[in-house]
T-cell receptor, first 113, second 115 residues
Framework: NAGVTQTPKFQVLKTGQSMTLQCAQDMNHNSMYWYRQDPGMGLRLIYYSASEGTTDKGEVPNGYNVSRLNKREFSLRLESAAPSQTSVYFC????????????FGPGTRLTVT | AQTVTQSQPEMSVQEAETVTLSCTYDTSESDYYLFWYKQPPSRQMILVIRQEAYKQQNATENRFSVNFQKAAKSFSLKISDSQLGDAAMYFCAYRRDDSNYQLIWGAGTKLIIKP
């Protein structure tokens, strides 16, 4: 069972470039999440999708867009990358948003120069 | 707003000994959930243990247990018989028990296990 997968694992961008981080889960979960993790800080929620067809902003949504492509897939797009977006990005999923446990992917380390 | 504080950036313990990681939180809510997550070098977050605020009994999962002090807003994690595989970052997280499902995370504690 793959669980939550993310691509790519590493990425280097120049300021102003765009890219999409991909996330997929094979656990038939309804809810999916995008977090960023910065040194010395806890995870911060960027966007989440409570169910297929819905998305909502989290704590730090500025500079990002998301798409819930179907029940399995939830992508995060950086339209014009900035150095402040250098971070490790995690995708997670849960049965429902009310569920206790979130299952995390392995993360994407993004560097913006 | 809710906040979660982990005051120990790094802890070390001898293999087979016991270590306690601290977490305090600030909230005006009475119903909520608290979690400890482990992040090994592979970076994947793994749920270690959870505690419902309405339960007085402290949660336990094998060698992992918590000391939940609701009045003091304290939620520490005790790891008994520490093993090399326990080496990781440990994050404390808080979640409200209502329609706002957002997890609020502490900054993490790096746990080093000395062989």
């Amino acid at each position: 069972n793959a669980g939550v997968t993310q691509t790519p694992k590493f990425q280097v961008l120049k300021t102003g470039q765009s890219m999409t981080l991909q996330c997929a889960q094979d656990m038939n979960h309804n809810s999916m999440y995008w977090y960023r993790q910065d040194p010395g800080m806890g995870l911060r929620l960027i966007y989440y999708s409570a169910s297929e067809g819905t998305t909502d902003k989290g704590e730090v949504p500025n500079g990002y867009n998301v798409s819930r492509l179907n029940k399995r897939e939830f992508s995060l797009r950086l339209e014009s990358a900035a150095p402040s977006q250098t971070s490790v990005y995690f995708c997670a999923s849960s049965v429902r948003t009310e569920s206790y446990e979130q299952y995390f992917g392995p993360g994407t380390r993004l560097t913006v120069t | 707003a809710q906040t979660v504080t982990q005051s120990q950036p790094e802890m070390s313990v001898q293999e087979a000994e016991t270590v306690t990681l601290s977490c305090t939180y600030d909230t005006s809510e009475s119903d909520y959930y608290l979690f400890w997550y482990k992040q090994p070098p592979s970076r994947q977050m793994i749920l270690v243990i959870r505690q419902e605020a309405y339960k007085q009994q402290n949660a336990t999962e094998n060698r992992f247990s918590v000391n939940f002090q609701k009045a003091a807003k304290s939620f520490s994690l005790k790891i008994s018989d520490s093993q090399l595989g326990d080496a990781a970052m440990y994050f404390c997280a808080y979640r409200r028990d209502d329609s706002n499902y957002q997890l609020i995370w502490g900054a993490g504690t790096k746990l080093i296990i000395k062989p």
